[in-house]
């Protein structure tokens, strides 16, 4: 956990102003820069000290075998790992016989900074050697936007007072030594060495390329760099390679005013298909158009890539200066995660680091997405096309299964399921109805009929045969969901978890509906009428298990009857639960990992009445104890629904700071995208009380007191709005496309070009007290003013 | 699957008339002879071909790693194997130069018998080698009843009618080639070289000793052998020896008429904690007094073991010949697998091989405990005494888990939990009440208060406090038991299982009243009157889920709300279902895989009526599989309480054959104890109707057409009854004791010196239609009229 201010808390930046080795882990992923398909964690340029080396490129992996003590049908026998890929963004200084380490010498100064604005990554550093002078540094990261392939460092050095010796050492390496992972199994497994050299080759015009191969998943990629250097007079450059590393070394002689910089230039491509010589040609292809765009292209087109993204996507937040700059990096993280994902998944970590073996999740649609999709579109499509890319082996998964349609994997990178442990993997069928969500999401805030017919379609059909393979009617004539395992990680494998049944039953009606807007393609797909009809008689029929006694919906059926925790005598030591008790205990008994019921009743409001919404949030509130982080943005939503605006606050912090403080102590493995999306959707759906569907727009927007303007944009069907609440009203402003209708807290206005005022109400339920399970109340903080 | 006659049918012996090398390891099972301390798999004397080797000493095992795709807390790290250890039962023979070996030359005869009143296995061979003259060789085996540590083998040869020469070799050897284990995960891990080498030590006087021990259990195995050799003069003896074999080898050159024999004695100890030398003295000590005892000795102790047996066990079947060996056949095994365990436990396999990796379950306790009960207490009672020696490392379990009181492990060797898929492993909780029942039944037949003072009120302690820390009240007051595994394999995790519950409530009021007459044992470990009422309280709240809509019980919770198993598409080659389906499949759905509420019917009959009993089973009927050998007999027995005889009499075969007929396809791998077992339940408590409790033996004798005399003993309370069951009526015998009330069919009566008849009712529920999965109905057997 990062336990001391590591940055200044700016609007637009990220800032480190002196180098924390202690957390220089957690650093590497909060300063990690991606464009969704190249990601490159904030290791320092030159290699050490390093917490986790890593450079991914989205999709390249190796497998490995997952190993049962007591093996069954349908098990995965294989899994696949994130790969730590070659590594381009090495530079290593010399200075007077002495190499730069920030461990050695003087440090007198050192600062990082993440710019929100013009996607690049600046450090900058005063060092002397033992015995030496003293240098100054600065280096400029970048992974392209708007070249796909390609990454690029400015890397400059200048003495401050007296002459120096300098050599630089730009370098790629491939198979660097990796951490062992530790025992914590959401840290990935650590692969040794994981690619076999093809080719390494230096060119006469100091371009050097490297080809590698995995052994067991049959990837091939590429990695190719080459340098612009601008030094004095007599600066020589030399290029040589060997093994696993390529090497161009530039020596000159600075005096003082003198600078040497260094623009390096590097790109990669990976297929399992391509040959060796295509993908050695693909790599040099990418770098002639980089240096044809130069530096300053690449610089001017990341910042016009930004401001685009900015214009739709940013919020203001008044009041919290904190939660202003935690809002605007996960905004940036997740364009970093989608920006060129091109038919690829969003991992958990994105590209920021290898936990969770760099998996793609259900969070991905069920909090990535809905962000996206609302802000950047082309992310949230592009995600859903890898999905249908894998429908093929979701089918193979489902027949495998003995089921019909599809079963998507619950945790994977190439599509094919991972999941080690079924009771929370397999059996967790609601990510079918999370992705079937996604795509109805996507397709009402775009109206993007091509890929509704082309991906959307194939998609809710297969998800809607897989819950008619799961379902059956009972004698009462419900439709029950027997057996399955909802959102909450300390439940598992039981009846009619309510989320899953009103996901399903959203999943059936939703492939309905597009089956019957597309009814040639529909055909073609083997789905008829009939086929239609018992889909929507099953949603109609869908069982939503409700406590009469305690008059609160159950999660799962006969869940309400458990044996509730005992929070009194559960130390603050042993959370997360998981890694002090059995799973036997955890789900036999009331104690909620995360939302599940309260997703729910996000996701699915109109399922509830408010007063059922009130009831419930404060039954499961005293059950929760966020062992996740995929749950405080969904409390903070339905808090602020049901007038818990303080408590929705708290909410907020913890899912818009995750990882600017480290709060699961896990921020080394990557940063937590979901969570992230968290903040946004804690801001926009909570505080702006977004929801959205059948071609509307609703808000219901209450501030809690310590904001006192929150000001947000919102894409929709080709318009983009911008919303300004304060603490008395609510402004809409249409800033592009045509007038559209939408509802302020249940009245509905039509929005052209004249901004639209609207009071805000009063809370509703003052009377409703809420409380957590000893202990695990959101840490409650005081706005930071700027 | 032994698909051809492998074995006559005769009342009192096993014999398999000529070799058949197709089933090598089944017959090497069932040919297995053991004390329940050693046990030699009957592998041929030359030890070769080979199914599996197998030498086995109760309790010997090594360590291996339990490796988990996804780990999680509690999960054992490492399960214990049981080790084929030294081996001293091959003995080779070399005739005119050439090896004595069934694959080669011409095998003339070839039979081997088990002899169940001998306790020997005799085989006797004709052979001529490819060039040779014919000789005849017979070799009589047997594990000592009454010399714990000792096995001994009379090896005879002589020429049929030209001289020979004959060399044997009589071998110790260590770490023989075992194949590797299939990946059927009921077979044993096939551990490559177990043992270490310490001692190999041949003195003077031609006794062998090999000391060797575990790399990681750390465990010491000694084995020693010496011989009596008679042959003709010039019969030359010597020893050699060195690494992990030591060789006794006997040359001589025999004319017609003359014969050399060799009296093998070998013996094994081991320790966890005794030294080298103590070991190897141990087993020098124990070969001293089996000489002293000489071979003759050894063989009629071994036959007046058995008729003491016999006398108080044998059940004796007039109609069906088959039946009638395999019941004596398993009895036999049974008193095998637990004549001379001394606080040992009794594995699934007993000693006959490695299958289930040597561990012992809860089936022990639950079907071959009652029959030990009932016919040879004291391997209850030994049995038992291991639970009570293992019961720190369960109470350690149990607040590993954060549970009270003592949670013994599922499968295991050592008393540590060997589960790797808690589901199925540590969920089954049931277990820790099937070993307070068992405590409560074996106290009740023998009013050993001794035991239960010392062993059983621990026992019942621990397990009730364990009931305690599992349930709770709801809010109606009902005493709930969420969250466990039950007996059937195909459901897991459910709440309410009626089994488990029945069984709890049944360990809670055993603990009270044992605790009651213990008052101030049960104040040693901590038990007040206080403590006793929270048991009598809960038991007496147990909740036993009730259909009122279909007017059977629920196996669970919510059960009969499932979808039922969908057998019509069900393929006959998809059984057994585990394989084939995955268990997320299996446990949503009502198909039962073994008795479950059935056996609840068969072990706490009081807590259902008579019609409530014949619903039930024709519910459960219709949804079992049988894809356990642990439900055959429990079907047999409650089909024969609600008049089904002639689906008993099916059930009874199933069980009783299930090793002589290779039923299960996995014979293999060591025979069945627990089934073996249930051929005497399936006749006793099945067509006998026996129950007993509380002090009284209750006997409803019914015979179903096929069996036209049942005749069968029991041992309670210090008395030996023999019943004999004709199909009109039953005629009880006091042989021993003094006199007793029993009752009939509800009548009671008092049996002194004076036999007492009775005529059986007619069956009840003639109405009741019964059926099974299509497909899976038990075979319908002729019976072998002798």
């Not at 050490?48 to 190796?62: A, I, K, M």
């Not at 300053?296 to 937040?317: K, S």
């Not at 990178?413 to 079918?432: D, K, L, M």
């Not at 009972?474 to 057996?483: F, S, V």
Request: net charge negative.
């Amino acid at each position: 956990m990062i336990r001391h201010p590591a940055f200044t808390t700016e609007p637009w930046t990220v800032r480190e102003c002196r180098l924390h080795t202690d957390v220089l882990a957690q650093t590497e992923s909060v300063f990690a820069l991606s464009n969704g398909h190249i990601g490159l964690r904030g290791n320092l340029d030159e290699g050490e000290p390093y917490g986790l080396p890593g450079t991914y490129l989205n999709s390249f992996y190796e497998l490995r075998p997952l190993p049962y003590a007591e093996a069954g049908y349908g098990y995965p026998e294989s899994g696949q790992t994130v790969v730590n890929v070659t590594n381009g963004k090495l530079i290593r200084l010399l200075v007077d016989d002495e190499p730069f380490d920030v461990r050695y010498g003087t440090l007198h100064s050192h600062e990082r900074l993440l710019d929100l604005r013009a996607g690049t990554l600046i450090r900058t550093v005063r060092w002397s050697p033992p015995t030496g002078v003293e240098i100054r540094m600065r280096s400029t990261r970048l992974v392209s936007y708007t070249h796909r392939a390609v990454a690029a460092i400015r890397y400059e050095v200048e003495p401050v007072d007296q002459p120096v010796n300098v050599v630089v050492q730009s370098e790629l390496v491939a198979n660097e030594t990796v951490p062992t992972a530790a025992a914590d199994p959401r840290a990935a497994a650590a692969l040794e060495a994981p690619l076999v050299l093809e080719e390494n080759a230096t060119g006469s015009d100091g371009m050097c390329v490297m080809v590698h191969s995995t052994r067991a998943s049959r990837l091939r990629v590429a990695a190719a760099m080459c340098h612009e250097v601008d030094g004095p007079g007599g600066t020589r450059v030399d290029s040589d390679g060997g093994g696993d590393v390529s090497r161009v070394t530039v020596a000159t002689r600075l005096r003082p005013g003198e600078r040497l910089r260094l623009d390096k230039f590097f790109a990669y491509g990976w297929s399992a298909k391509r040959s060796r010589p295509a993908m050695h040609d693909q790599v040099v292809a990418a770098l002639a158009a980089a240096r044809l765009t130069g530096w300053d292209g690449l610089c001017a087109e990341q910042r016009a890539f930004l401001d685009d993204y900015w214009a739709g996507a940013d919020v203001e937040v008044e009041g919290d200066a904190e939660v202003q700059q935690a809002v605007r990096f996960g905004l940036f993280h997740l364009l970093q995660a989608g920006a060129r994902l091109e038919r690829r998944p969003i991992p958990g970590k994105g590209l920021t680091g290898s936990g969770y073996d760099g998996h793609a999740f259900w969070d991905t649609e069920s909090f990535v997405l809905p962000v996206a999709t609302y802000t950047y579109p082309r992310a949230a499509r592009d995600a859903l096309e890898w999905r249908a890319s894998i429908l093929p082996l979701a089918e193979a998964r489902a027949e495998l299964l003995g089921l019909g349609g599809a079963a998507f994997p619950w945790r994977t990178i190439n599509g094919e399921e991972c999941s080690g442990y079924w009771p929370a993997g397999t059996a967790a069928f609601h990510v079918n109805a999370d992705i079937a969500d996604a795509v109805t999401r996507y397709v009402d805030a775009t109206e993007d009929t091509a890929f509704e017919g082309d991906a959307g379609l194939p998609l809710l059909v297969a998800t809607a045969r897989l819950w008619c393979a799961l379902g059956h009617h009972d004698a009462e004539g419900r439709y029950r969901i027997d057996g399955v395992t909802g959102p909450d990680e300390y439940s598992a494998v039981s009846d009619n978890n309510l989320y899953t049944n009103l996901m399903a039953r959203r999943n059936l009606r939703a492939a309905a509906a597009t089956a019957v807007r597309h009814l040639d393609r529909a055909g073609q797909l083997g789905v008829t009428l009939e086929e239609i009809a018992v889909w929507r008689d099953a949603a109609a029929a869908m069982y939503l298990p409700y406590d009469e006694r305690l008059g609160v919906h159950a999660q799962s059926e006969g869940y309400t009857g458990h044996a509730v925790w005992d929070f009194e005598n559960t130390r603050p030591d042993q959370y997360p639960l998981l890694l002090h008790f059995p799973y036997f205990d955890l789900y036999r008994k009331q104690v909620v990992k995360q939302a599940d019921l309260v997703l729910a009743m996000h996701l699915c409001g109109e399922a509830f009445t408010p007063e059922q919404k009130a009831r419930n949030f404060a039954y499961y509130e005293a059950l929760t104890v966020r062992d996740s982080s995929l749950s405080a943005a969904t409390q903070a939503v339905l808090a602020a629904e049901v007038g818990q605006l303080g408590l929705a606050y708290a909410y907020l912090g913890e899912a818009a700071l995750i990882d600017l403080r480290d709060l699961q102590h896990n921020t080394r493995d990557g940063v937590h995208m979901a969570s992230l999306a968290g903040a946004w959707i804690a801001l926009v759906s909570g505080f702006g009380g977004l929801r959205a569907g059948e071609g509307r727009l609703c808000f219901a927007p209450r501030l809690p007191s310590e904001i006192t303007r929150l000001t947000f944009r919102v894409r929709y069907r080709g318009r983009l709005l911008r919303v300004d609440v304060t603490s008395e009203d609510t402004t809409y402003r249409l800033l592009h496309g045509s007038p559209v209708s939408l509802a302020h807290h249940g009245e509905t206005l039509t929005l052209g070009g004249r901004p639209q005022s609207r009071s805000n109400p009063s809370p509703p339920f003052p009377e409703l007290r809420i409380t957590q399970p000893p202990g695990r109340e959101p840490p409650s903080r005081r706005p930071a003013i700027p």
